[in-house]
């Protein structure tokens, strides 16, 4: 691929582009360059306004919904800078031990208690967020208010909706009078079912009294809560009222769990209030931390500058340099759980290897010599260092790119040779595919163990399973009598990616002594939901981590390397592996990017068009993935879209969950929905549910392609992408592609100042704190 000037003419077509061999290059992302939804972008400081709700459009609520649904990133984070006191800081504290297996917390026991209500029926993963928090001024224990699993998701606030919680029954009367409350304050009557799910059966009630509670159903903004106060409640309504202050306070914190963040500096949070004319945003703090609407943290700061101060008591009254973190007790709660979880798996093994054997549930066990042996029969390094370390520690982290995925599949591959009950976790089916590939087949003696009555529903052991499958039950070994999950050995590929809601509920399905492996590339984008799992645990440094030094092959490999240090390298491209195609507008990207996937890489690459995927930074714009996809519909699939948008044979992407994508194929409607082929797999998605859940899916953004990989990519930089780009989003667009990378350039020199100058956006969390504080060495 040559380098932007020189790849091709302005007059040049992309056939010749992608038929001109030779020498490639290109002159890594914040998680969330991928356009900001509705529900996401900068609040206005204006107070409240004479609008209201009107009706849906691209930045109405349903579109907040949908474009939320389709993967949309972080906008802008709030104003993070400096660390001043809000009330009466709590330290984080750790949940007490409760019964259950021993040496869980009882954080750990009501998440695990939520799993069996869930998974049994006896309650709906939306219960469990119902309830609004009691009134206490202590902060509460996170054992009160477990979180839902992610194989049912609980009904999202306003910033994170989600197309997978499970459909609420509600009465028609109650739907009338939250109706009436909508239409007498200029909102729309379609949220009267979405303002049920977040209010409950006294929706109609409690908006009457607090119009500013439609900050809890999906996509409302704060200007648009105030039109709608401002009809109910007339001369009232003020933008000092203690109603809309609280529910601002809450909605600014739901807002930044959809840029990633598990807590927000005080600092930022109070800046955020005096955007939206909050007269006195201290108050407004106090209220809710009193109230137990907000948790407080602590948190001793390595780097002072700029920190509060909290005394340590004594004679000397020195002062510890902290910060102060405020958070909503669903996240504080699943960042406790997830990191008290860790722990557990770090300190329990341990014991087991006292006996020099890791006993596994059906009396076998594996000595160190067996993994000597294993790790002696690997086939290269880091496979085999990577086996060392997994013998002598319950959680073990492992970087490296797409070919290093190799080395946990000899990982699993050996574990069940040597008699574990080993598995491999995608969060993709395309990825469980090339997993199970990689692992292989078994050994022509294995047999399905016994150990477990879930093991008979299977007629063979596949080790390759996803984690929506592996938590629902619908793949892997099932749970024991305990409810964890029947293994041994888990290893969880494109780690990056794990939100901190989903790993919670995936360690805390571990067994006391099972090993858990987090395995993925470091430099991908990181998951759609609030955390940094993987790059907290690998920077809190309390496990053994292993660096592969397996290199990713060819002249993609090449490229994608060097993105992930910050150079744009040139890359010699023999076989046409690299191409650059240069556009002057978004107009001429459209066109180019049509002829690449219909005309140019099918007939000199030998990449069909259904197995050649667009990647753009954003939803919106004149070349994101809305006009990329009427363009490329047109084109290669055109019809009159008599299925809601849809004809048969459209290339879609459902996205049944925030984070998660599934490529698919429209195959038919009818009266029940839309009928889908999702990878070999049928898929009916409900006619109410298609707006929100599918989209034509020939063009996505690079987070809904994270974990997926092509014969052929093509990625789009229209000039006014410039903005949206970083190294993460770059590394992970480009790296989708297996034979072929085709580049539709027309940002100039924002691409190698993206890859050199800007880093993943930062996330607040806590998980590394606390694995730290939980795991620091005896003196």
């Not at 979405?194 to 119009?211: Q, T």
């Not at 699993?412 to 199970?436: I, K, N, P």
Request: aromatic share 2%.
């Amino acid at each position: 691929m040559s380098g932007p000037a020189g790849a091709a003419s302005g007059g040049e077509g992309p056939t010749a582009a992608v038929e001109a061999a030779g020498a490639s290059g290109l002159s890594p992302e914040t998680p969330g360059s991928e356009g900001p939804a509705a529900a996401a972008e900068a609040p206005g400081a204006a107070g409240p306004t004479g609008g209201a709700p009107g009706a849906p459009s691209e930045d109405r609520p349903e579109a907040a919904a949908q474009r939320a649904n389709e993967g949309a990133g972080p906008a802008q984070d709030a104003d993070a800078s400096g660390v001043e006191g809000a009330g009466a800081a709590a330290p984080s504290g750790d949940g007490a031990a409760g019964g259950g297996r021993p040496g869980r917390s009882a954080a750990a026991e009501a998440l695990a208690a939520a799993v069996r209500a869930v998974e049994s029926g006896e309650r709906s993963a939306a219960s469990f967020f119902s309830a609004p928090n009691g009134p206490t001024r202590n902060r509460p224990k996170p054992a009160q208010a477990p979180a839902a699993p992610p194989s049912a998701p609980a009904q999202p606030s306003a910033a994170r909706p989600s197309a997978a919680a499970p459909p609420r029954t509600v009465s028609a009367a109650g739907l009338d009078g939250v109706r009436q409350v909508l239409a007498a304050g200029g909102a729309p009557e379609q949220l009267a079912e979405k303002a049920m799910d977040a209010l409950g059966e006294r929706a109609a009630e409690a908006l009457r009294e607090d119009p500013w509670q439609l900050l809890g159903v999906s996509g409302v903004r704060p200007e648009q809560a105030d039109g709608f106060a401002r009809a109910l409640l007339g001369g009232e309504c003020g933008p000092g009222d203690e109603r809309r202050a609280q529910a601002l306070v809450a909605w600014l914190l739901e807002r930044a769990a959809f840029e990633g963040h598990t807590v927000l500096e005080s600092s930022a949070l109070r800046a955020a209030l005096a955007q939206q004319s909050v007269p006195d945003p201290d108050e407004a703090l106090q209220t809710a931390i009193a109230d137990g609407a907000v948790l407080v943290f602590q948190e001793v700061l390595e780097n002072p500058a700029g920190a509060g101060r909290a005394s340590t008591g004594g004679d000397d009254e020195e002062e510890t340099p902290v910060r102060v973190l405020l958070g909503l007790d669903r996240y504080a709660m699943a960042e406790e759980s997830l990191a008290d979880g860790l722990a557990r798996l770090i300190n329990a093994l341990p014991d087991a290897l006292a006996n020099d054997a890791q006993p596994t549930a059906d009396g076998a066990g594996l000595g160190p010599e067996a993994w000597e042996r294993a790790a002696a029969g690997a086939p290269s390094p880091s496979a085999a260092e990577l086996i060392r370390a997994v013998a002598g520690s319950g959680l073990v982290t492992h970087t490296g790119g797409e070919a290093a995925r190799a080395e946990p599949a000899a990982l699993v591959a050996a574990a069940r040779a040597a008699g574990l009950r080993a598995y491999a976790a995608t969060h993709s089916e395309d990825g469980r595919r090339r997993m199970a590939a990689l692992i292989g087949p078994a050994p022509a003696d294995e047999a399905p163990t016994a150990h477990s009555a879930q093991a008979a529903r299977a007629a063979s052991y596949d080790p390759a399973v996803t984690v929506p499958g592996l938590l629902a039950g619908r793949e892997g070994p099932g749970r024991d009598a305990d409810g964890a999950l029947a293994l041994d050995l888990l290893v969880v590929l494109d780690a990056p990616r794990l939100d901190v809601e989903t790993a919670a509920m995936l360690v805390e399905s571990l067994a006391d002594g099972a090993r858990l492996v987090l395995s993925g590339d470091a430099g991908t984008l990181w998951s759609a939901g609030p955390g940094r799992v993987f790059a907290d645990v690998v920077a809190a440094r309390v496990c053994p981590a292993v660096v592969s030094r397996t290199p990713d092959p060819g002249p993609i490999g090449e490229l994608v390397s060097g993105i992930g240090i910050g150079e744009l390298n040139q890359v010699e491209a023999p076989g046409k592996e690299v191409v650059i195609v240069p556009v002057r507008d978004a107009g001429e990207a459209v066109h180019r990017t049509v002829q690449l996937v219909a005309d140019s890489v099918p007939r000199a690459i030998g990449v069909p068009s259904d197995r050649t995927q667009v990647i753009t930074p954003g939803h919106g714009g004149s070349a994101g993935t809305r006009a990329l996809n009427a363009a490329l519909k047109e084109r290669l699939n055109p019809g009159p879209g008599r299925f809601g948008g849809f004809d048969p044979g459209d290339r879609v992407a459902y996205v049944p969950a925030p984070g998660r994508m599934t490529a698919g194929t429209v195959v038919s409607a009818d009266a029940e929905g839309l009928r889908l082929e999702c990878g070999g797999t049928p898929v009916l998605v409900p006619r109410d549910r298609v707006a929100e859940t599918v989209r034509h899916g020939w063009a996505v953004t690079a987070h809904q392609a994270a974990g997926i990989r092509w014969p052929a990519a093509v990625v789009v930089l229209p000039g006014d992408a410039a903005q949206a780009l970083s190294r993460a989003w770059v590394y992970t667009a480009f790296s989708r592609a297996e034979r072929h990378l085709s580049v539709v350039h027309g940002v100039d020199q924002a691409l190698p100042r993206a890859i050199a100058e800007v880093p993943a956006k930062p996330r607040t969390t806590r998980l590394r704190s606390l694995l730290q504080t939980q795991n620091k060495p005896e003196e």
